[in-house]
């Protein structure tokens, strides 16, 4: 969104934060990579040798890898939702503008209904 209307606000900074943690444990946790296999990493984990990794450098590479292609996908769709729905956007930030406030019923009355009910 920064992108798209060419301002950087300071929340764009936890949004990214998120979005990290999001994909890491996609990678490392949840074992959603095929490239990875059915593996669970947790991040902290307790016992002898702690701060040891379970796991290789190479597998952490493979991983970091995983992880910053998730979130460049993830940054494309996005971009062109808003770029695709651009007019949609202004109209709900000139409403916003006007009334500071908006329910669901002013933004049904200025987008339509939803698309899938």
Request: a neutral charge.
């Amino acid at each position: 969104a920064m992108d798209t209307f060419n301002k950087v606000t300071t929340g764009a900074q936890d949004d990214l934060r998120k979005v990290t943690r999001i994909a890491y444990s996609m990678v490392k946790q949840y074992g959603m990579m095929p490239s990875i296999g059915h593996l669970s990493f947790l991040e902290t984990e307790s016992g002898p040798g702690i701060g040891r990794r379970p796991f290789s450098q190479g597998l952490q590479q493979v991983m970091d890898h995983e992880a910053k292609l998730l979130i460049a996908q993830a940054y494309r769709r996005t971009e062109k939702l808003l770029m695709d729905n651009r007019d949609k956007l202004k109209m709900l930030a000139d409403a916003l503008l006007e009334k500071e406030a908006i329910n669901y019923e002013d933004i049904e009355a200025l987008l339509g209904p939803p698309p899938h009910g």
